[in-house]
């Protein structure tokens, strides 16, 4: 069960409307790293949780909290949206027709789609997409990708709040910057509990770690001969294993396996090499040959 209290986490108050701006605003709605999404991820999280008590109530904290980002924004986004498209189109018109005339004032969309309201897009109108999330019941796994949500959101809130100098505007983008930098450090601090708890222990960090291929899991392959990856930590050393790092340079194929499928099915009429100079029918050469032997029998026919 959800409840909804009719006030918003925190205020959404513009200091005018900016329909231009509302356009970009959309990508920190729906866009792949949006709060649409890191909203849908936690709640699937959340709903797939099998760990009662702290695990699970975290996730759903956290996912219920980012509903409300959601209105938030979307909250925002409308207000910004308050008398366009022609307020918006006047003030285009005066300070560049050309402007105007190309993208009409403001995301045609936001008129046409929503009647001045938000979508759940990208900025670029593209719909969100459930692709997006991650959920996969392991909760290790799943926090690190939430870190790295976390990371992503709170970048593009970064560059999106230098594109205004709304005052209101800024000091919403504010208090989600704060948000995005507490709930990263939430999920790094989660992994490190879920470590102390146990729950990697046989998990995922060393599952089927019987059957890999030991030179394998400890080495660093470069593939350029004026590589310096060499002197990072992740090639020397011990391994997070406890293994020792082994660099190899100008890495060569460990196999003479090349990369060529098997012969195709005849009816699929692929070009394949087995077929070089034999001209079968139902290949270009056979073709080929076939047209060259149908000329020559018109010309004997001619000459007789």
Not at 92 to 115: C, K, S
Not at 276 to 292: D, F, N
Request: net charge negative.
């Amino acid at each position: 069960m959800f409840k909804h209290v009719d006030y918003l986490q925190f205020q959404a108050k513009p200091e005018k409307p900016d329909a231009f701006f509302a356009a970009k605003l959309q990508e920190l709605i729906g866009g792949q790293f949006g709060e649409m999404t890191v909203m849908m991820q936690y709640l699937w999280q959340g709903w797939s949780c099998r760990v009662p008590g702290k695990y699970k109530d975290m996730i759903m904290d956290v996912a219920t909290e980012e509903i409300g980002h959601v209105e938030m924004l979307t909250t925002m986004l409308a207000r910004l949206l308050e008398g366009a498209p022609s307020e918006t189109t006047e003030k285009a018109v005066a300070a560049n027709p050309v402007l105007a005339a190309v993208i009409g004032g403001m995301n045609p969309q936001h008129a046409i789609v929503t009647g001045g309201g938000p979508m759940p897009t990208n900025s670029q109108g593209v719909p969100w997409n459930a692709g997006y999330i991650v959920a996969s019941g392991n909760l290790l796994a799943d926090f690190r990708s939430n870190v790295s949500a976390e990371a992503q959101s709170r970048l593009q809130t970064s560059r999106i709040y230098h594109m205004t100098d709304d005052r209101g505007v800024k000091d919403m983008l504010q208090f989600n910057l704060a948000r995005d930098t507490y709930h990263q450090q939430q999920w790094l601090l989660g992994i490190e509990q879920l470590i102390e708890d146990g729950f990697t222990e046989s998990g995922i960090e060393n599952s089927n770690g019987e059957h890999e291929k030991d030179f394998a899991r400890r080495t660093f392959y470069s593939f350029d001969p004026e590589s310096t990856a060499g002197e990072g930590r992740w090639a020397r050393g011990q391994s997070l294993l406890g293994e020792d790092l082994e660099y190899v340079p100008d890495a060569q194929p460990l196999t003479d396996d090349k990369p060529l499928g098997p012969a195709p099915d005849p009816k699929l009429f692929v070009t394949y090499a087995g077929d070089m100079g034999k001209g079968k029918p139902g290949t270009g050469a056979g073709a080929h040959g076939q047209g060259v032997a149908n000329v020559v029998n018109k010309i004997k026919g001619a000459l007789d």
